[in-house]
Every structure is written in C-alpha cells, then in structure tokens.
C-alpha cells in the first residue's frame, strides 16, 4: 500500500488551485486531480515498488504523467458557455490526417521546429520505458503498440475538446495531427530501445558482481 504515497503528487501539483476564487477554476482543479488520480491508481495496482530504484522510476514517472497530461489533454475552463454551431465548419481547420503534413507546416512556420518536432518525438519515451520496467507491457512489440494506442486516445480527446471548444466555447481547444502520432509512436521505439540498453547494462552489473563476489569467497 505504500506506493499510493504517490498519488500525492498530483495533488501537490494541482492541489494550490483549490484557492482560487472563481468557481470554475475550482471545479477545473478538482476535475483535473480526479482525473489524474484516477489513472495513477490503475497504473499502481499493476506496479511493485520493491527497491530503491523502483521508487525512482515510480515517482519520476509520476511527476511525467502530470506534466504528459497538463501539456496534452488537461481540461480547461474558458469561464464562457455559448452554444455557436456555426464555428462546427472549423472543425475541419483543427484536424490533419495527411501523414508528415504538419511536420512540414512546423518547419516552414515555426521559428524553433526543432523544439516541437523533437518533444512530440520523445514524449512518449519515459511511458515505454516504464511499460517495460514495470512489466505492464509483456514485450517490447505490446510497449510500442500500447504506445501507439496512447497517442490516438490522445488525439481523440483533443479532437472532442476542439468541437466543445467550438460548439460551447466552455474549454480550450486542441488540434488533431496523425504527425504526433506518428512521432509520439518513434519516441515509444526510443523509449523500448532505452530499455533494452538499460536491461543489458542491468545485466552486465550483476554479472560483474557476482564474478566479483564469487572470487572473494574462493579466497
């Protein structure tokens, strides 16, 4: 039961935002923590935190998962609600299914492209990583489809919070891209190749160590 010690950091993170004054701001903290919370259990309950570098690896995790959602799929109040069906012909304007189409447009538009493209390349690399560390994903095949997986469920959420956003006008709005996919599919390959380097690392130690032990008992 321990490890549910964890689960105070999303509310040290989101927990000061329960001071604010507008009541909207408040439901959008608590909504958010919930949320957060609520994933962070399912993840526990499949995790053992035996030694110290597990704790390691369990709170790190845990401080990325807050900072993966606030930067992806957090809710955002605009304070305003205003049914405009009009807007649902943007709709389209928020979503790109052409594959490589919005790295293009980063490049040719954004003043630091590097910057974008290489976040949405790695930001899924500490979620494989863990996957395999925490043996949530069976093999390396499963971390990378999980992965994948992750990243449309992701740009499904952004997609329904960009029609509220245009219907409503009650929650900030996201674009969709198959391109983050995509990248944040690559980072989940960076993020399984980090492991199997860590894995023989991991291994190369505990032989050396062994050999190590074994030669001063012989002595």
């Known amino acids: 039961m321990r490890k549910y010690i964890l689960l105070c950091i999303p509310i040290i993170l989101y927990g000061p935002g329960i001071f604010y004054s507008s009541i909207s701001l408040i439901l959008q903290v608590l909504l ?15 995790t053992r935190l035996h030694y110290v570098f597990d704790w390691i690896i369990g709170i790190c995790f845990s401080v990325y998962f807050c900072v993966l959602y606030h930067n992806t799929i957090e809710v955002i109040f605009s304070g305003n609600v205003h049914i405009t069906l009009e807007n649902m012909k943007y709709i389209v304007y928020s979503v790109n299914l052409v594959p490589f189409k919005g790295i293009i447009d980063v490049i040719h538009n954004n003043p630091s492209p590097l910057f974008e493209i290489i976040g949405n390349a790695v930001m899924l690399t500490p979620l494989a990583f863990t996957m395999l560390y925490f043996k949530w994903a069976k093999s390396n095949k499963q971390a990378i489809v999980y992965s994948l997986l992750c990243s449309i469920g992701i740009e499904f959420v952004q997609f329904f919070q960009s029609i509220f956003a245009l219907v409503f006008e009650m929650v900030r709005g996201r674009s969709s891209d198959v391109d983050d996919v995509i990248l944040n599919t690559l980072g989940a390959v960076i993020g399984v190749g980090c492991y199997i380097l860590w894995a023989k690392i991991e291994t190369l130690l505990r032989r050396a160590r062994k050999n190590k032990n074994a030669t001063i008992f012989l002595r």
């Open 32 to 46: 958010n923590t919930v949320l957060v919370s609520a994933c962070m259990i399912f993840l526990l309950k499949r």
